[in-house]
Every structure is written in structure tokens, then in C-alpha cells.
């Protein structure tokens, strides 16, 4: 049975009702239940604004137009969704005997294969099967970021759950001109095989999805962004180089990293108390033993332009002082069986639950009074998937529901309760840095990282199509820990190429922050409190000898010139939602060999970025995207657009291309640019000889 409620089309057979219904311009929400009522939550999407859409109903189904998008419903529940031309954009996968009334004969099937199979749990809800076809020459970009160096996303199996490193944020654009939200927070699994698209999750009450329609990747990208919202706009401060390691252990230590930076001139943003400052997991605040002078650490680099960001984990020590009020309360994550220990570094710690209203308000509360009170305004948002000393999803039970059902909106629930905080206190325009994102976590100031990664040329190469799904995912801040996180000697020669090869990465991705955990590692100061923890060795520019060193701040003195240019960039993601790194397709989707390209990226409309991503390399090949003239940045030469250049890359330069014409940088701060010196020293010298 098919109706037409209001401005939605509703479609009713054995039990289950279907939705759809206009959400913003061009878009539409579908949701369907085997339920007494259809849920209600939003999840990820905001309240759209009221458009005009054309609703009609046949016996041989319902059709819902809205602008650039039309859904077609059979009379078999079969959904069909097509832009304004006519094409098939997304067709839902059916194989069944029945025949709907109107339909060809050739697509009965004795396979009898739903494409909305609602599967009961016995004593529970459904477990969801959601099938689509699929267009083999069809090309896939989004869903957040994976440790794999694929961009295109056809032909890949990825789960739908949070973990260290790995950030699911299950928003696709497609090269056939739509994108696609699974607007649901449980766990689960998507193929984007060549034969069958399909969507699972093991429990859950109803199925949900937005679907929009787009002439041009970037026009797709603004409408998702109007949907779920967009990131405020960043701070000035944070457009420059952030400093970290792993960790500094003492407020002095700190200090005096941070003095040197300034006696030496480097322009530094941002420097970062990592975790374990404070006496015990679940009472976040500065141990007095080590941090005896907050206020005063805060503002002696306040009047050095540096400012200071601390980690927060969302780990409750059970001898802590608040855990048994949390416990009272229910703030915190429960476990259907077994011993109630969830994490067991330094420790037999339970995760506060970010689901649940008061245990946010509460745990920002002693945030305000312990970090707040000395001026600080940025956090790290640690641990934020949450971290399981055991990825088992069924294990786990929030106040919204089981894991299984809601888990992967932990991470943007948790920057959710920094944002409410910060904004509450007067502060404008949150920047938090968080290991993990669900959709929607752009709009709570989530500026996230990949985790704690490898440092190896592989991995550093998994970072480029990681950092640009995450984009095109709509989570505009992103970045990495320049040189990876785990290992590497700053004495190592092979560290040290891969380690500037990272951070000429890092100075075009959308924040510049070093950070890692390197060797070799020093003891802990004590027995008790913030003293229990070792640190990584030296992860400061001039760690690395005096010729990295060169090399570095001439990059970092590159990003300080381009702030004008990037913050542009930012203007843009808070107002559009546009990527700030995007694939060359994002601005030149008329070029068809723009989308195969995987290993090269935009740095805002006008620059080319091309890093080195092998060992021992001194050149690369670099794809000019067609539509354009470019201009190679370290030497000047002008070349034209559709072609692929053998271009120069000695260590100390990263191949760079400006958009001809563009008004890139406000002074010379590369060779090729007008007016700008024709050689450089740090041009010649190469660290590995």
C-alpha cells in the first residue's frame, strides 16, 4: 500500500513501513521499520529547512520529486532514486518471484532476494540488510578514514566501527553524481563489491539513510554539509605548527622546549601536554607534583604567542576520586557480562559514557574548574572511539543503547560535550583535536587525527587517501602525527627522509602538528601519579641534525606565509563545508583521468600538492589536472594542464604546482614565485648523503 502523508511518501507491506521524504534541497531521507512506530532520532543530520517537492501515486507505485533527485517506489516496495535527467543513480537489489505491476518480466528471480531484509533477533530487534546495484565503472570516495591506500573505495569491504586509528564516518560520494549517508550508529559492514552494494547492521530498530543528488562532487559535498552541519571557523592560531611528543613530563620540560622554539625564532602555534599530567586516569587535572604552576605556564606562552593544549582521556580509574559518585550516577559505560574493566593501561579504568547528558555536563564541569580556570581553552580528546582493551562490540552498553546499536556515535557525543562547554563559557570557535569522528562531529569543533599509526613510508602513503576520505567524509580539520607515531630514532638516517618527507606533508595538510613516539625512550620520574609514565625521546625540529632542521623551517616559515591563503580555506569549510585537501576531481571533475589519481591532492583550489611517498626518492611523476595552466612552484616553468610531468624531487623539496593566474602567497616564499630568490641552500643539501 502506498500513500502520501504530508510532504512524505509512505509505502506499507507485512509489517514494514517506508519513508521517504524530502531533507534539504535535492536530498532525501529514507527510513523503514518492522516496528510498531519508526524511530525517531536524527543522528547525524540537522532539521532541514521546508521545501517544494512533487509527490504522485499510481497503482503501480509512488514517485517523490524533489529538485535535482526523484525516488520511484514500485508496488513491490522496490526503491529507484534518479537525477533530473532521467539517469539511475542508486537502484535497490531485488531478486524475487513476485512481480511488481508495471514491471518487466526478465527481473523475476527464484533467488527471492529482499533488498530491505529486516532479520529478527530472537527476544530482540532486527538485524539489517540494506542491497543495492552495483555499477562496476562506478568510482567511491568518503566513509572516513581506513589504514589502506585506496581513495577509490569500489571494490572495498570496510566495517562501520570505531577504532584506534581507523574513524568510521559513513558518508559516500559516487562518480555518478550522488551521496550517500547510512545515517545509523551501529556497527556493521559495507561492500562496495562490483556486483552488489551491500549495507549491514548485526542490531538495530530501523533503517536510515540520506541520499542527494549533485551535478559536481563540490556541489554534492555542500548539500551533505547543509544536512549534518559544518566546522566553526578555526582559529587564526591554529593555522600555524603545533609541537608535541610523546610526552613532556614536567612543566619545566615543556618550558623550556617551548622557550627555545622562541629564542630561535620558529613561528609556533600551538605546544601540547600529552597524557598522564594528571595524578590518576578520571580525575583530569594537572598533578601539582610536576605541574606546579598552570596559570603561570599558561601565561608565560601566552606572551610567547604559543598556545597550550592538554589531553583529556575519557578513562575512570576505579580508586579515583570521582568514580564512585559516576558509578551512583550511571555515567559511566557498563558491560553485559564479565569483569567491569574496560581499559587496562596504568590501571583498571571504565570510559565515562559521552551518550549520556549529565555524565557530558559532569565531566566538563570539573574540566572548567581543573583546566579552565588557568585559561585553557584546547583539548585533546583522547582515547575518543573509545579505545576497548577488546574490540568486543557486544559487550559494551551505553545510556542510548547497546554498543552494537549506537557505538559509533561515541566519538562525536564526546566532542559534543567539549563543544556545549567551551561555547557555554564564552569561548567562540572550538578547535579540539580528537583521535576519531562520527558523521556530524565536524560541527562540535572535531579537528581529528589518524591515531597512533606506524612510521613507515606505507603508512605515511595510507595517510593521503585516508586524510582525503575524511574530507570528502565531511570532516574538514584533519591531520596526522608528522612522522608517524610509533618508533623511529631521530639519529637514524632512514628516519630522518622519511620524517622530512612527512613533514613537507604536514605542512599542506589542514593543521601542521608534530608529533610521535620516539626511540629511545627514557624512564619514568616516580612511582605514583603523573611520575608513573616514561616518554619517547627528543621530537623537536632541531632533533634531527642541522640539516633536517633547515629544511624544516624553511617549511614551517612556508606555512606561516600561506595564512591568508588557508584562511580562506577555513572561511570556506565553515561556510560551505569544502575539504580543505580534496582530490584533484573535487575542483576538475571534467578531467576523467583527475579521478584516478590517488597519491596527489589539492591544498585548497590553487596548489598542487604531490609528496614523495618512496624511500630514496629524488623525482615523481605529478598528473597536472586538464582546465588549467599550473606553474611549478620551485623553479617557475609554466606548464599546460592534461599531462603527466617527470618533475624534480630532491629531499629537501616536495613537488608543489600553483594554479596559474592564482594569488597564492602574499610574499616570495618559493623560488619560482615572482620576485623570489632563484636558489636556495636547503634546495641543494639532502640529509641522506
Not at 239 to 263: D, N
Not at 457 to 479: D, E, H, K, Y
Not at 508 to 516: A, E, S, T, W
Amino acid at each position: 500500500m502506498i500513500d502520501i502523508e504530508s510532504q512524505r511518501l509512505v509505502y506499507r507491506h507485512d509489517g514494514e513501513t517506508l519513508w521517504i521524504e524530502p531533507w534539504g534541497a535535492d536530498a532525501l531521507r529514507v527510513r523503514a521499520t518492522r516496528g510498531a512506530e519508526m524511530p525517531a532520532d536524527a543522528w547525524a543530520l540537522l532539521e532541514p529547512p521546508p521545501c517544494a517537492v512533487e509527490i504522485e501515486t499510481s497503482a503501480q507505485g509512488g514517485t517523490i520529486r524533489n529538485g535535482k533527485l526523484t525516488a520511484r517506489v514500485n508496488s513491490a516496495g522496490k526503491l529507484v532514486f534518479s537525477n533530473a535527467q532521467g539517469r539511475v543513480l542508486l537502484e535497490e537489489y531485488v531478486r524475487q518471484r513476485r512481480r511488481a505491476k508495471g514491471e518487466p518480466e526478465h527481473l523475476l528471480s527464484a533467488l527471492n532476494i529482499e533488498a530491505r531484509e529486516f532479520k529478527p533477533i530472537l527476544g530482540g530487534d532486527y538485524s539489517l540488510t540494506l542491497r543495492f546495484e552495483s555499477n562496476p565503472e562506478e568510482r567511491l570516495y568518503g566513509m572516513g578514514q581506513y589504514q589502506q591506500p585506496f581513495l577509490n573505495l569500489k571494490g572495498c569491504e570496510l566495517e562501520l566501527a570505531q577504532r584506534n586509528s581507523q574513524a568510521s564516518v559513513p558518508f559516500v560520494l559516487s562518480s555518478l553524481g550522488y551521496g550517500f549517508l547510512w545515517n545509523n550508529p551501529a556497527i556493521g559492514r559495507v561492500s562496495f563489491a562490483r556486483n552488489l552494494t551491500t549495507w549491514e547492521a548485526p542490531s538495530t530498530q530501523g533503517l536510515d539513510y540520506w541520499i542527494c543528488a549533485g551535478d559536481t562532487p563540490a556541489e554534492i559535498e555542500q548539500a551533505y554539509a547543509r544536512a549534518t552541519g559544518t566546522v566553526p571557523m578555526m582559529p587564526e592560531f591554529a593555522m600555524g605548527f603545533w609541537q608535541c611528543k610523546l610526552r613532556y613530563r614536567t612543566q619545566e620540560e615543556l618550558l623550556s622546549v617551548a622557550r627555545e622554539y622562541h629564542r630561535r625564532g620558529l613561528p609556533i602555534s600551538v605546544i601540547v601536554v600529552d597524557f598522564f599530567h594528571w595524578p590518576m586516569q578520571g580525575e583530569w587535572t594537572f598533578d601539582p607534583e610536576y605541574w606546579p604552576d598552570p596559570k603561570g605556564m599558561v601565561e608565560e606562552l601566552r606572551e610567547m604567542g604559543i598556545e597550550l593544549m592538554v589531553s583529556v582521556w575519557p578513562t575512570v580509574d576505579k580508586r579515583s576520586r570521582y568514580y564512585g559518585e559516576m558509578l551512583e550516577r550511571g555515567y559511566l559505560v557498563r558491560t553485559d557480562r564479565g569483569v567491569r574493566t574496560e581499559s587496562e593501561f596504568l590501571g583498571n579504568c571504565v570510559f565515562y559514557d559521552a551518550t549520556h547528558p549529565g555524565a557530558r555536563k559532569y565531566v566538563w564541569e570539573r574540566i572548567k574548574a581543573n583546566y579552565g580556570a588557568h585559561g585553557i581553552r584546547l583539548f585533546w580528546l583522547d582515547e575518543a572511539e573509545p579505545e576497548y582493551a577488546r574490540y568486543d562490540f557486544d559487550l559494551y552498553r551505553y545510556h542510548l543503547g547497546p554498543n552494537l546499536q549506537v557505538g559509533n556515535i561515541y566519538p562525536r557525543l564526546y566532542s559534543q560535550g567539549f563543544y556545549d562547554g567551551l561555547t557555554g563559557a564564552g569561548w567562540e570557535n572550538p578547535i579540539h583535536l580528537v583521535r576519531c569522528a562520527w558523521a556530524g562531529s565536524q560541527r562540535y569543533g572535531a579537528l581529528v587525527w589518524s591515531g597512533d599509526i606506524h612510521s613507515s613510508f606505507a603508512c605515511l602513503r595510507s595517510q593521503v587517501a585516508a586524510g582525503l576520505n575524511m574530507g570528502i567524509a565531511g570532516i574538514p580539520w584533519w591531520t596526522t602525527d608528522i612522522g608517524g607515531f610509533h618508533g623511529g630514532n631521530p639519529d637514524d638516517p632512514a628516519f630522518r627522509e622519511l620524517f622530512v618527507r612527512w613533514f613537507q606533508y604536514g605542512a599542506f595538510c589542514p593543521v601542521m602538528r608534530l608529533h610521535g613516539d620516539r626511540d629511545p625512550h627514557s624512564p619514568p620520574l616516580g612511582t605514583a601519579g603523573g611520575g608513573v609514565c616514561g616518554s619517547g625521546a627528543a621530537n623537536e625540529v632541531w632533533s634531527y641534525g642541522e640539516q633536517v632542521y633547515e629544511i624544516c623551517v624553511r617549511y614551517m616559515n612556508l606555512r606561516e606565509k600561506l595564512k591568508p591563503y588557508i584562511a580562506a580555506l577555513m572561511k570556506e569549510a565553515h561556510e560551505r563545508g569544502t575539504p580543505v585537501i580534496r582530490p584533484l576531481f573535487y575542483d576538475f571533475p571534467e578531467d576523467p583521468a583527475a579521478w584516478a589519481v590517488e597519491d596527489q591532492f589539492l591544498f585548497g583550489p590553487d596548489l598542487l600538492v604531490a609528496p614523495v611517498l618512496e624511500a630514496g626518492a629524488r623525482r615523481r611523476a605529478v598528473r597536472l589536472p586538464a582546465g588549467a595552466d599550473w606553474r611549478d612552484a620551485w623553479t617557475g616553468e609554466t606548464c599546460a594542464g592534461g599531462q603527466v610531468r617527470d618533475v624534480e624531487a630532491p629531499l629537501a623539496r616536495i613537488p608543489l604546482f600553483v594554479r596559474d593566474g592564482a594569488a597564492l602567497l602574499p610574499t616570495d616564499a618559493l623560488p619560482g614565485m615572482p620576485g623570489a630568490r632563484t636558489s636556495d641552500r636547503s634546495d641543494k643539501s639532502d640529509p641522506s648523503d
